[in-house]
């Protein structure tokens, strides 16, 4: 079993940055593939990122491309989500979750083992 915790999530004014963290606790989540999500109120969850297990690749979606980026510390078992110049669109609940799928890059949420709580992000216009 592998427990996630998202953190770092707030309010935040519009151009503004926030860095999420999702620290792993049970199994190591070395040799999984990561995803970040977020889901809006009344919208599907949505796929945001994702990371190899080893940190060699990264994947975005066009929602936050150029804007973000994701790493690892595997020996913290934690992973990050850098977001830039946040929207108002941007607002919503973020989840952190984990993969031991081949094709974890497509975004799909089947494909993922293991979820946060999500952590939510606000961005006032």
């Known amino acids: 079993q592998v427990q996630l915790v998202e953190s770092g999530g707030g309010l935040v004014q519009a151009g503004g940055s926030l860095r999420l963290s999702c620290a792993a606790s049970g199994r190591t989540v070395s040799t999984y593939n990561m995803g970040w999500f977020r889901q809006a109120p009344g919208k599907e969850r949505e796929f945001v990122g994702a990371i190899s297990w080893s940190g060699g690749r990264t994947y975005y979606a066009d929602s936050l491309k150029g804007r973000s980026t994701i790493s690892r510390d595997n020996a913290k078992n934690t992973v990050y989500l850098q977001m830039n110049s946040l929207e108002p669109e941007d607002t919503a609940v973020y989840y952190c979750?984990?993969?031991?799928?081949?094709?974890?890059?497509?975004?799909?949420?089947?494909?993922?083992?293991?979820w946060g709580q999500g952590t939510q992000v606000t961005v006032s216009s």
């Open positions: 979750a984990a993969s031991s799928k081949y094709e974890y890059f497509s975004g799909r949420t089947g494909l993922y083992d293991y």
